[in-house]
Nanobody, 125 residues
């Protein structure tokens, strides 16, 4: 397991865009598949997007694929999640997850063995 740190959340307005970043404390995310999940109050943690270790294979949740981009930012040693056209329904705690593997990333939260503490995103109408 590795220590992951999310950043970039906050209070947003509907229609705004934001970028969340996931970093590994004191090291890089090379050789890790990385995913973003989110959990709204009273709901299950759900998959948002994932990327494999070299940034070639991405997966997106159908509900957000038109508004979300996941990318590996090697210069910053982060995996970023960019969301556009935010909606109040995007309000949730967003979590970064990782697994040391060369396999394509999974949508299954149980496949990942490292998690961050989460960053709150609140979207007002």
């Amino acid at each position: 397991q590795v220590h992951l740190v999310e950043s970039g959340g906050g209070l947003m307005q509907a229609g705004d865009s934001l970028t969340l970043s996931c970093a590994r404390s004191g090291a890089t995310l090379q050789n890790y598949a990385v995913a973003w999940f989110r959990q709204a109050p009273g709901k299950e943690r759900e998959f948002v997007a994932a990327v494999n270790l070299d940034g070639v294979k991405m997966r997106y949740a159908d509900a957000v694929r038109d508004r979300v981009t996941i990318s590996r930012e090697n210069a910053k040693n982060t995996v970023d999640l960019r969301m556009t056209a935010l909606e109040p329904e995007d309000t949730a705690v967003y979590y970064c997850a990782a697994r040391h593997t060369s396999f394509p990333p999974s949508r299954d939260k149980d496949w990942y063995d490292s998690w961050g503490q989460g960053t709150q995103v609140t979207v007002s109408s």
